[in-house]
């Protein structure tokens, strides 16, 4: 049996779907992560029994649907179609192999005069070619050049499509370079999100070696991003362009070209090669190849930073609410750096959770999880907290960073509640089910961290360090089943007091030499203000 989403769209994807539990949403603790901000976190769930097929709705926002009705439950039948969102989905049969003896009648393999063969095939490795264009395609007839020129480019895009890490891509576009035209030097300059500024981020020598230093004229990559036009200097001393800029005089420059990485109306930025042996040395062709090759370029660089900023946005959909994202985005993830602030720290604790484990089968204790971290995350968010991290059962969040409020403190502390009466529902609900009900413990402190991106490139992680996740950890430790507690710091930053609170004895915990003062938050009640 298997499910497809979106059928017929041209985002068509087609799953398997096993025995047991899928759930649907567009975190990673989903089944399907499916990333569509129409989706809930954890939006629905599909419960397979042999043919059966049981469609639950896991509280979702933008609700499941199934002939355009909500619904909570639904039996769906072979062909039957469903919606979360606006993401839709169709359940089939799993496809079979079609028994047909395809016989050469039937399968023929494609030829076409544009498709490229290998590289080396269509260029000229000769030291000394007889026309004087820069670029090294074989010695063709001119009617067949342009045919082979093109089957150059189609090469280039075929060779600059394969996913992967920037500079890995920067230095591929280079040596591909270097193989198609007959240049001293190329650098290939992109520009800083941060300062708006050209900075060169590869370069090499013909001899692949790479240059010590700067140089390519600041005038010419300049006067490229500016105008946004491919340009060529075929005599760079004479050319009144660059109005004898110091760098071409320096550097011996005799002729150069240099082209725009623009792949839609933005300038990504530059692409610029030099002759250091001849003026002269760059035809108008060599300029139209250049354009069209940087133009390939462009797109690669494009998908490939595309293909960056949806894994970093998957990585953050992590830790951060949907109005974080955006103030990030706006920030150009500027508040990322380490940074000194108060937060607010929030720990939550399932009790006894160890006993309840060895009572259950691992798939159990998973399945339990999965019900019960989304709706506590969920939570996190709705406040607009920084969902840190999972320890095993546990949950620590932050509300302070990467971005503060004035009631931060308030936040944490409606938070912490709402997690207790949200676990009451889910276990009416477990209790119906027949399954084990959980309780938690909360704990709550206020202190200055350092916050900011802790880990490598690959592997992403926001985290606050100091005292004060410490204390919080000990504050949850000491917080009985179904009990919120807070430090001294947190009850007096507290301004909305809309829980009566009731002050324990004087707490010693581990690793710290005076004992905490701690207030239990006695949530069943109300203050009434």
Request: hydrophobic share 40%.
């Amino acid at each position: 049996m298997q499910l497809i989403m979106n059928p017929g769209l041209t985002d068509e994807q087609v799953f398997d779907l096993p025995e047991g539990p899928v759930t649907i949403g567009r975190t990673e603790e989903s089944t399907l992560c499916i990333l569509h901000k129409s989706l809930s976190r954890r939006h629905a769930q599909l419960e397979r029994k042999d043919e059966r097929v049981v469609l639950v709705d896991l509280n979702s926002k933008n609700g499941t649907f199934v002939d355009e009705q909500r619904i909570s439950r639904h039996e769906l039948k072979d062909g039957g179609a469903f919606r979360c969102g606006e993401v839709r989905f169709k359940l089939v049969p799993t496809a079979h192999e079609l028994p047909l003896d395809l016989s050469s009648t039937q399968l023929r393999s494609l030829r076409t005069q544009l498709l490229p063969g290998p590289m080396d095939d269509l260029l000229d490795r000769r030291a000394e070619r007889l026309d004087q264009s820069a670029i090294r395609v074989r010695p063709t007839e001119q009617a067949e050049r342009a045919q082979t020129k093109l089957q150059v480019l189609l090469k280039v895009s075929q060779l600059l499509s394969s996913p992967g890490a920037l500079d890995a891509l920067l230095e591929r576009i280079l040596e591909l370079l270097f193989q198609i035209m007959d240049v001293s030097r190329a650098a290939l300059l992109m520009v800083d999100p941060t300062t708006g500024r050209l900075t060169p981020r590869v370069s090499r020598l013909s001899t692949g070696e790479k240059p010590s230093g700067a140089f390519y004229s600041q005038r010419i990559v300049d006067y490229t991003r500016t105008q946004s036009v491919a340009a060529l200097f075929a005599d760079a001393r004479r050319d009144l362009r660059l109005d004898a800029a110091s760098s071409v005089m320096r550097q011996s420059i005799q002729s150069s070209m240099c082209a725009p990485l623009k792949p839609r109306d933005e300038v990504l930025g530059v692409l610029y090669v030099d002759n250091l042996t001849r003026p002269n040395g760059f035809t108008d062709e060599d300029l139209e190849f250049l354009t069209a090759f940087a133009n390939q370029a462009a797109i690669a660089i494009d998908n490939a930073m595309l293909v960056r900023r949806l894994e970093e946005e998957a990585v953050l959909m992590r830790f951060f609410p949907p109005t974080t994202l955006k103030k990030l985005r706006m920030a150009r993830g500027g508040s990322l750096e380490t940074q000194e602030t108060v937060v607010t720290v929030l720990f939550s604790d399932i009790s006894g959770f160890t006993a309840l484990s060895s009572t259950l089968e691992p798939r159990q204790v998973v399945e339990l999880l999965n019900d019960y971290f989304p709706v506590m995350a969920e939570i996190v968010f709705k406040y607009e907290g920084t969902l840190e991290k999972y320890i095993g059962d546990a949950l620590m969040a932050v509300w302070g960073a990467p971005f503060s409020h004035g009631d931060d403190v308030d936040r944490a502390v409606r938070a912490a509640v709402e997690m207790q009466q949200a676990l009451a529902q889910l276990n009416t609900r477990w209790r119906a089910q027949g399954r084990p009900e959980l309780n938690i413990h909360v704990g709550l402190n206020t202190g200055r961290v350092a916050a900011g991106n802790i880990g490598s490139e690959k592997y992403l992680q926001y985290a606050t360090i100091g005292d004060a996740t410490n204390v919080a950890s000990r504050v949850c430790s000491a917080a009985g089943d179904g009990e919120i507690c807070m430090n001294a710091t947190t009850f007096e930053r507290w301004k909305d007091r809309a829980w009566p609170t009731h002050p324990l004895p004087a707490t010693w915990v581990k690793g710290k030499q005076e004992a905490l003062s701690l207030h239990r938050l006695e949530w069943r009640e109300s203050s009434g203000t």
